[in-house]
């Protein structure tokens, strides 16, 4: 068959599905500038229409009157930021910058204080109270404001965490919401954003690491990932042997490394295609930005409708153990900005079945997958990380193949399975609380003891010496 130089080799349905794809993502563009054009009493005028056609789909009784959950749900929904979204449940969270070996801003978020212990020294040297450190990190196209995005407090992670009495700090990925900062280039440059997830596992996981344990001056911390969150620490601790020492146990909510293939064909062809046909598609920069432009445009209900129907069609996810308000509250922070090569990066990834850094040699003549014995891309050598690391995965999670990832993984790997809970779940569903949040305690406090940090203060006394 014909090869096309930008797109690869691919069968004949596979290349209408990319032109498909291309019309789609080209109208999409033409609606983002039109409604970019427009003016705000505009743009209300276009939500407020939207949500009148939604009303005359649903029940006239459950068009006027809400219960408190769902007041309280769009109030979440509302929330500009993640101080905002944390100050609802009464949390005073703190906002801290770190500045990457590479000159990019990634904003922190801590929240050190249980409720009516905001003002106490914590974590501050002699003197002050010590608090073990958890660190939480988000998803793909995510960010921190996805584990506080909830309509119950009991259900919300960090918040349980706190008042174990945890000193909480979630990280973010340079390029999204809250790190679109470099001092080298601006995010309107191709340049800002040329990362992958080998930039997350060289700088930005081990740099807010090191900030965190500076600024807390605590030996070690817990890490706790969400899906790719799960990924960038397999990457980090599997090229970063010091930073072993420095992370005591490592939690992974659906674990993400080298997921399966999707049933999507769409997708699956656009994971088989060349990274150049999927650069012309969504641009070097942002992917799927315009994302934004439709929360604001749509009435929140038909936003929802929409993100079901998507993971539906993507994922085969049918997000049934999170409820209506969770939905309505979630899903309006669930997008983040990352970067096109990031997606580039996870379709290498899938299509090579290789948890493998950037393949840069797309171009290279022995770069196909069938001439693999004379090229093939460096593997993340995850067998090396010595931290202890407990998997907790979906039973129904269409991207989490367990055996295969056991495979990679360090002997002694701890694997959870949670049986019909999808990816989602394991942020919103209704009993997280309970299916989930047992495990992460038992984890942090098993591999988080005293006594472990007291053995993690003598290594570094020993390596400092010898040093």
């Known amino acids: 068959m014909a090869r096309v130089p930008v797109i690869g080799r691919l069968f004949w349905f596979e290349y209408l599905a990319l032109f498909a794809s291309l019309i789609l993502v080209g109208l999409e563009w033409i609606i983002h500038i039109i409604t970019f054009c427009l003016p705000e009493t505009a743009i209300k005028f276009f939500h407020d229409r939207s949500k009148t056609i939604f009303n005359l ?7 006027g009157n809400r219960s408190e959950e769902e007041k309280f749900a769009a109030a979440v929904a509302q929330a500009s930021d993640f101080v905002d979204i944390c100050s609802l449940f ?3 969270p703190e906002e801290h910058i770190v500045q990457t070996g590479d000159g990019y801003l990634l904003g922190l978020h801590r929240l050190p204080y249980r409720k009516g212990e905001e003002g106490a020294r914590i974590n501050q040297g002699k003197g002050s109270t010590q608090k073990k450190v958890v660190y939480l990190h988000h998803g793909l196209m995510m960010c921190s404001e996805v584990w506080v995005c909830l ?7 960090p918040f349980q965490l706190v008042e174990q009495g945890y000193d909480v700090w979630l990280g973010n990925n340079r390029g999204n919401k809250y790190s679109k900062k470099s001092i080298h280039q601006s995010p309107s440059s191709n340049d800002f954003w040329d990362f992958s997830i080998d930039q997350f596992a060289f700088h930005d996981i081990p740099d807010s690491i090191n900030y965190i344990l500076e600024v807390t001056r605590q030996p070690s911390l817990s890490y706790v990932g969400f899906s790719q969150g799960t990924a960038q620490a397999f990457a980090t601790l599997s090229i970063h042997p010091v930073l072993n020492q420095k992370v005591d146990v490592f939690v992974a909510l659906a674990p993400a490394m080298a997921p399966t293939g999707l049933p999507n064909h769409f997708v699956d062809s656009l994971m088989k295609a060349s990274p150049n046909f999927i650069f012309l598609l969504f641009g070097r920069r942002s992917i799927l930005s315009s994302t934004t432009m439709w929360q604001t445009v749509l009435y929140p209900p038909i936003f929802v409708r929409i993100i079901d129907t998507s993971l539906s069609i993507l994922f085969n996810w049918k997000c ?3 409820r209506r308000c969770q939905k309505l509250a979630g899903y309006l922070h669930l997008f983040s900005f990352t970067s096109t090569k990031s997606v580039v990066h996870w379709f290498q990834i899938i299509r090579h079945k290789n948890f493998q850094f950037y393949d840069d040699e797309v171009h290279a003549p022995f770069s196909a997958v069938a001439s693999e014995r004379f090229y093939k891309p460096v593997k993340y050598p995850t067998k090396n990380i010595k931290t202890p690391i407990v998997l907790l995965y979906g ?9 295969v990832m056991l495979k990679e993984l360090p002997r002694g790997t701890v694997a959870k399975k949670i049986p019909k809970y999808e ?3 394991f942020l919103w569903a209704s009993d997280v609380q309970d299916l989930v949040f047992s495990h992460v305690f038992e984890a942090l406090q098993r591999y988080s ?3 472990v940090i007291e053995e993690t203060k003598q290594m570094a006394q020993v390596n400092h010496h010898s040093g």
């Open 423 to 425: 990816h989602l779940d």
């Open 320 to 322: 049934r153990n999170i």
């Open 449 to 451: 003891s005293d006594e």
């Open 151 to 157: 309509t119950e407090e009991e259900r919300c992670l």
């Open 395 to 403: 039973g129904s999670d269409s991207l989490v193949d367990i055996d």
């Open 57 to 63: 789909f649903i029940s006239p009784e459950n068009a």
């Open 90 to 92: 009464g949390y005073e």
